[in-house]
């Protein structure tokens, strides 16, 4: 087995060129809008929604060509959120993967039009043929992303983030708000590689929803830590931003220690998730400790 | 057979109930987002995409609960990019269907993700078990609305839009704007009706193809005449706003009688064009006389 850099860099290179062909050429009208769509998308990111979709789909014993479909899609929505987030009207943000943000580069009005038509190519590549193992399994991995995306997961998740701007969260509304805003989505990532192989059993669903779980709000630990410690260069996104706009953090909650302590509690429970898929499992316990161990 | 008059009532009435089902309640959190959402998508508007999936179900012999999935997508697709239009960065404009804009009303913040999500919702809809005839035709269905959002539609026809303010388009670039800005949709609510009574024939689809794009430029311009010819309040929508905006409209390439003449030429077109589906056809027929004959 190949190792975890290895494999990750296999992920985000087979992800570099899926994307490319997924996104309109700049030689197709409109040719600005699709450059723009294209400068989000290629070129950086961690990929870390594909990646857990490709374990999800190697613990299922699923074809890497049909789990390419649904991590482009997963990515997409991510992008796409990101596009929209970084909007003057949300966090503001003028940085992102080390370079200027979409409406820094291109205009306000192109990034939400970036945003929308990104969020349509998602559900557009889901729903080519042959994206699912039979159309009733590509239905369900549909709904799923459209459920992850909506307003009871991503788009929810934003809205609670909005809301609690300036006013302290306990860690119950801390989490509610994680495991739509970013949760959904990690999740959706997990059960689109893993339906990839076919239809999904109850019990494995429900391992795979846990995992994904733990992780997602491991994975978010993480960044409240990295984020307070760690410099805008190395980040490639503006460090402290969430604290500076008096967004709640885990780090308003527990202190730095703390904070790694139960992340590494929830990667625990992440493994022992995973434990009953053996060594098909083995990429999703990698994803789950290298969320705790990554630097940025 | 009902009047048209009635006929359309009847439309709206059940879309009016259709989308207060799909819409989440505002019980459910995050409940403003979901205040916001019902705000845009319920109580008002012509709803004129629907009728066009329901007439075009009706040409085919397909059953109505099975439409009402399909232009409840499709109303909501619609929706999400009215509240996208009307934001700050875009059109800003406060009045819509008679009452404030979602960013007037709840924020710009706020109306995007009631965009967002209205735009996954809209998947959602489509992704639900029994909202097409098979799943493979549902995947095909899901695929018709993606690409008609997209950067190669809906999206694309804005992204064109934008560009072209401040200076003047000819016929072909005014036409290419409006076949993607809205025809795109007009065509895709069209092609849904009727795929949700099952596969669709090469002939048949071209025919109904053909109508969709005479019946989207024919209201198109007719758009540009009301919106030059009649009062704000008439509208419920700030009238006049396109020329203010030095935006292309059909009454900078022709006058008001020859706009007319045009529009009645396309109708011509939209009418021979489901003359074979016979009396199954009757209801295209009456919208796309509707379309010219309309005074808001």
Do not use: N
Not at 126 to 139: H, I, K, S, W
Not at 238 to 253: E, F, P, Q, S, V
Request: charged share 25%; with cysteine; aromatic share 6%.
């Amino acid at each position: 087995m190949t190792d975890f850099a290895g494999w990750s860099r296999s992920v985000q290179e087979r992800m570099e060129h899926a994307l490319d062909r997924a996104l309109p050429a700049t030689g197709l009208a409109p040719g600005q809008l699709h450059e723009a769509m294209r400068y989000v998308a290629l070129g950086g990111g961690k990929r870390v929604r594909p990646m857990l979709a490709f374990a999800a789909g190697e613990a299922m014993g699923a074809d890497t060509a049909r789990v390419e479909a649904a991590a482009c899609a997963v990515e997409l929505i991510h992008v796409y959120s990101l596009t929209h987030d970084d909007l003057p009207s949300m966090d503001d943000d003028d940085l992102r993967r080390g370079k200027p943000t979409c409406h820094a580069r291109y205009g306000e009005a192109t990034a939400l039009l970036v945003g929308d038509a990104l969020h349509s190519l998602a559900f557009q590549v889901l729903a080519e043929p042959r994206a699912g193992p039979d159309p009733a399994v590509q239905v369900e991995m549909l709904g799923i992303l459209a459920r992850a995306a909506g307003s009871r997961g991503m788009c929810g998740g934003q809205a609670v983030d909005l809301d609690s701007t300036g006013r302290q969260l306990d860690l119950a509304e801390l989490e509610f708000m994680h495991i739509h805003k970013t949760g959904a989505l990690i999740q959706a990532s997990v059960l689109l590689g893993a339906l990839a192989a076919g239809g999904l059993a109850a019990e494995a669903r429900r391992s795979l929803e846990h995992y994904a779980r733990c992780v997602g709000l491991a994975f978010q630990v993480m960044d409240d830590v990295l984020d307070a410690e760690t410099d805008t260069a190395t980040l490639g996104k503006t460090a402290g931003k969430d604290a500076a706009h008096g967004k709640a953090t885990y780090l308003t909650l527990m202190s730095g220690r703390q904070a790694r302590d139960y992340a590494r509690e929830l990667t625990r429970e992440a493994l022992a998730s995973v434990s009953p898929f053996g060594p098909a499992g083995a990429r999703l316990a990698e994803i789950a400790r290298f969320v705790v161990e990554r630097h940025f």
